[in-house]
């Protein structure tokens, strides 16, 4: 989008697989660069003497990179923006969600739960070094004064990290978007449809639990692969939901076509997500949601006009929700052309651009 726009971009990324390289005693050393990693400060810094950009955006530092980079902008006087693209400063699981319920035992500050618990990775030590790199951080002040503007994804997420102690005044809201446009789909719609990774904090087990209590035979397609791939199948069978089908992992262009041919999609969460991509496709694809009372879907979706809330985790509330649903086509075919004009109106690239320059001339216009 940036260089659609005529910008220059420099991109820096390294890949947390060099992980995998660090075995035995080198493991110690994967503790210290997660805090600090002075390599990746090393060559940060001489990329910013090379290019001398006008401004940084921050996506992901952990673990490879590590907030080391920070300090290397200040002492260059360039400012930074970065995207909170999940809870990591606030939680080490990153996620707010432990032992199948929302968890905000970190949000106090104490990060002492993340590491009793083994948040990150079902891991003490591993959690342990995440809560180092983030209680090194804050003391040290780097989220304060090294970085200029945060980007939160919804309203809801600024509210959290603000609720965690985060400075207000540099957080701003910008949504992602959905680009190339999909287009929205003309074919009639066919069937319900699940898009996403299938792990236990978004909840498809209840999606299934719902389809055996419906009323109606209706047709489910479930895309994505995960950790919970085998016990879905195993649910699903055991309950005889035949009409429920796994497709696996499917290339984008093949899922937005599927979605394009959904009467509608169903987004079972029970975490905060941050702002759930698949929303905003079904959105352009004029497909409507019904998804989880909870966090950005509650706040994403427009109840009874883009799609339908249910109460998380309840099989109950969503077979019957799924049962009004497909029996009245064209109050849903009306949420769909509200989602589809939601998206013209706020997830397009176009509508996107320029409410990230703003973020930046605020940056911009900072004390160096």
């Not at 080490?92 to 500050?109: H, M, S, V, W």
């Not at 992992?249 to 759930?276: G, H």
Request: glycine share 6%.
């Amino acid at each position: 989008m940036l260089e659609r726009n005529g910008h220059e971009v420099v991109t820096f990324c390294r890949s947390n697989r060099e992980v995998e390289n660090y075995r035995g005693l080198r493991q110690l050393s994967l503790a210290k660069r997660t805090i600090w990693a002075s390599d990746s400060r090393g060559y940060f810094a001489e990329l910013l003497k090379q290019e001398k950009p006008e401004i940084v955006h921050v996506h992901n530092t952990f673990v490879m990179i590590s907030p080391s980079i920070y300090s290397a902008c200040r002492e260059a006087r360039i400012p930074v923006v970065q995207t909170l693209h999940n809870y990591r400063l606030l939680c080490p699981a990153a996620t707010f969600y432990r032992d199948g319920k929302i968890c905000q035992e970190c949000l106090d500050g104490s990060l002492w739960h993340g590491i009793e618990h083994a948040c990150y990775r079902n891991s003490r030590s591993a959690s342990a070094v995440t809560a180092a790199m983030l209680a090194f951080h804050r003391l040290r002040g780097t989220w304060k004064t090294d970085v200029s503007c945060f980007i939160a994804l919804t309203e809801f997420s600024r509210s959290k990290f603000i609720e965690g102690g985060m400075p207000a005044g540099k957080l701003f809201v910008k949504s992602n978007f959905v680009h190339p446009d999909p287009g929205i789909g003309e074919s009639e719609r066919e069937y319900a449809l699940f898009v996403g990774r299938l792990s236990p904090e978004k909840r498809v087990s209840t999606v299934l639990q719902a389809w055996d209590r419906i009323s109606q035979r209706i047709p489910m397609l479930v895309i994505g692969g995960g950790p919970d791939l085998h016990g879905l199948k195993t649910q699903a069978e055991t309950h005889q939901l035949d009409h429920v089908r796994f497709m696996g992992q499917l290339p984008r262009n093949e899922t937005v076509a599927a979605i394009k041919k959904a009467r509608f999609l169903v987004f079972s969460s029970e975490w905060y997500e941050n702002f759930p991509v698949t929303i905003a496709e079904a959105f352009a694809c004029g497909t409507p949601v019904i998804a989880s009372r909870l966090g950005a879907m509650k706040e994403i979706i427009d109840h009874g006009q883009t799609g339908i809330h249910f109460n998380p985790g309840d099989p109950d509330d969503l077979a019957r929700i799924v049962d009004w649903s497909w029996a009245h086509p064209e109050e849903l075919r009306a949420m769909g052309m509200n989602a589809r004009r939601t998206y013209e109106s706020k997830y397009t690239a176009e509508m996107n651009y320029p409410l990230l320059m703003d973020i930046y001339q605020r940056a911009l216009q900072l004390p160096r």
